[in-house]
C-alpha cells in the first residue's frame, strides 16, 4: 500500500503495548448510567462568581463523585496481582489528560482529602506538569483508579480501556438535555469498564448508583475548606 509512514514514538508505542495488554488479559465488561448535573452546574457557576479564586469546572466534580464512590467501594480502588486483589490505602484518582505524543492520566493522589477548589487547582497544575514532562514518579505508576472525561467534546458516551493492573476505569462524556415531566434536565453519560476478575456487574451497578448519588448532590460534595 501507498502511503507515509508514521514512526511510533516511545510513548505511542508503550500505550499501544499496554491496552493491548489489557485487552488481552482482563476481561472487560462496562455498566452506563445517566446523571442529572443541573445542580452541580449550579454550584460551579456560583463557585465562580468569585473571581479572585482558583476556577472550578465540572473535571473536579468529577473526580470528587469519583473519590466519594471508591471510599464507599474499595474493591475499586485497588490492583489486579496474581496472588489476589490489592486494595490500596490511598485513593488515588487518575485524570487522562491529552498531550502531543499521546495520553497520559497522572494521579492525583488522595483525591479524596481534598475540597473543590483544591481539586480544580490540582487538575489545572497536573495537567500543565504532564504537557510539559515534569510530572513526580509517584503521579505517573501511583493512579488506583482512572477517570477520562472528554465532556469538553461533541461526544454523547464512549467506553475506555482499562488500565493495568487497575481494575477500573470511567468514561464521561458531555452533557446533553433531556426532557422530563419536570422540564428539560442537563444528562451526563457515565460509562464504567471494569475488570470481570476483580469485580461483577452488581459492584459496578452499585459503584455507579454511589457515584450518580454524589455527583447529584452538589452541596455535600463541592463543598469548600473552612
Known amino acids: 500500500m501507498n502511503g507515509k509512514l ?6 505511542r508505542a508503550g500505550i499501544a503495548r499496554r491496552m ?8 472487560h465488561f462496562y455498566v452506563q448510567t445517566e446523571v442529572a448535573v443541573d445542580a452541580a452546574s449550579e454550584r ?3 463557585l465562580n462568581e468569585n473571581a479572585d479564586a482558583p476556577r472550578v469546572t465540572m473535571t473536579a466534580a468529577l473526580v470528587l463523585a ?8 474499595p474493591m475499586f ?3 489486579w496481582t496474581p496472588e489476589g486483589l490489592l486494595q490500596a490505602d490511598e485513593i488515588n484518582v487518575g485524570i487522562a489528560i491529552a498531550i502531543d505524543d499521546g495520553l497520559v492520566a ?3 493522589i488522595n483525591a479524596d482529602t481534598l475540597d473543590v477548589r483544591a481539586t ?3 487538575i489545572r497544575d497536573l495537567a500543565d506538569r504532564a504537557r510539559t514532562m515534569r510530572l513526580r514518579p509517584a503521579e505517573i505508576s501511583g493512579a488506583t483508579f482512572t477517570l477520562s472525561n472528554l465532556g469538553m467534546f461533541d461526544v454523547t458516551a464512549f467506553t475506555a480501556i482499562v488500565t493495568p493492573p ?13 426532557w422530563t415531566g419536570n422540564g428539560a434536565t442537563a444528562m451526563l453519560t457515565a460509562t464504567l469498564s471494569a475488570d470481570h476478575r476483580a469485580v461483577d456487574g452488581v459492584d459496578a451497578a452499585r459503584f455507579l448508583e454511589t457515584f450518580k448519588h454524589a455527583l447529584e448532590d452538589p452541596a455535600t460534595l463541592l463543598k469548600e475548606a473552612m
Do not use: G, Y
Request: hydrophobic fraction near 55%.
Open 77 to 79: 480502588n485497588s490492583v
Open 20 to 27: 493491548v495488554e489489557s485487552k488481552q488479559q482482563a476481561p
Open 120 to 122: 480544580a487547582a490540582a
Open 166 to 178: 487497575q481494575v477500573a476505569i470511567l468514561a464521561t462524556a458531555r452533557t446533553v438535555e433531556r
Open 44 to 46: 460551579i457557576a456560583a
Open 6 to 11: 508514521v514512526e511510533q514514538t516511545r510513548m
Open 66 to 73: 469519583c473519590a466519594a464512590a471508591l471510599r464507599a467501594h
Open 106 to 108: 497522572p494521579a492525583l
